[in-house]
T-cell receptor, first 117, second 110 residues
Framework: DVKVTQSSRYLVKRTGEKVFLECVQD?????MFWYRQDPGLGLRLIYF???????EKGDIPEGYSVSREKKERFSLILESASTNQTSMYLC????????????????FGPGTRLTVL | TQLLEQSPQFLSIQEGENLTVYCNSS?????LQWYRQEPGEGPVLLVT?????EVKKLKRLTFQFGDARKDSSLHITAAQPGDTGLYLC??????????FGTGTSLTVIP
């Protein structure tokens, strides 16, 4: 079974702090994703990575950065946390990116609920 | 811009009832998926549909992809408390972009 783990289930930080969210997958997947989930808005893509050291902006990258130094690990960084970044953060991985006429299965971690005070 | 709108946003029903959840867009999608997210967990894939008009069944769940590939529905027969969760559709458009829908939160009351 694919396993995607996230470093924390709950995190409380103060405005202005630098925050690191870590994600690890154990299935040698090429692609990894970071989403934030807010009620009524579904999942919104922040960044994704299709290879080590490669990254692409998603729909809402402002205020975030990412790092992928190893294939199995994808980190989301909030350089200076703000209250509007309070949310549930979900990491996912997939074998392949969506290609023409296909959607690959994404495997999700359990999520990190981040509260910024 | 939210390309995939789901309705209803919230649904609370009694055990044994039937229900339908909708996923609609003004855009054409090359394929579409449905995920279920249980409380405290990440979403898990239920099904992928790729052909307009396609119908797939998974036990008591029936998934349909619209003929025009702009919409999809999920029908649950005789709902059970274990069906409780957030149902998300996700679609890949013809430009290889993919999007998640707004979600439908289902509660099945025993």
């Amino acid at each position: 079974d694919v396993k995607v783990t996230q470093s924390s289930r709950y995190l409380v930080k103060r405005t202005g702090e630098k925050v690191f969210l870590e994600c690890v997958q154990d299935m040698d997947h090429e692609n990894m994703f970071w989403y934030r989930q807010d009620p009524g808005l579904g999942l919104r893509l922040i960044y994704f990575s299709y290879d080590v050291k490669m990254k692409e902006k998603g729909d809402i990258p402002e205020g975030y950065s990412v790092s992928r130094e190893k294939k199995e690990r994808f980190s989301l960084i909030l350089e200076s946390a703000s209250t509007n970044q309070t949310s549930m953060y979900l990491c996912a991985s997939s074998l392949r990116l969506a290609g023409w006429n296909r959607l690959d299965t994404q495997y999700f971690g359990p999520g990190t609920r981040l509260t910024v005070l | 811009t939210q390309l995939l709108e789901q309705s209803p946003q919230f649904l609370s029903i009694q055990e044994g009832e039937n229900l339908t959840v909708y996923c609609n867009s003004s855009s054409v999608f090359s394929s579409l998926q449905w995920y279920r997210q249980e409380p405290g967990e990440g979403p898990v894939l239920l099904v992928t549909v790729v052909t307009g008009g396609e119908v797939k069944k998974l036990k008591r769940l029936t998934f349909q992809f619209g003929d025009a590939r702009k919409d999809s529905s999920l029908h649950i027969t005789a709902a059970q408390p274990g069906d409780t969760g957030l149902y998300l559709c996700a679609g890949a458009d013809t430009g290889n972009q993919f999007y998640f829908g707004t979600g439908t939160s289902l509660t099945v009351i025993p």
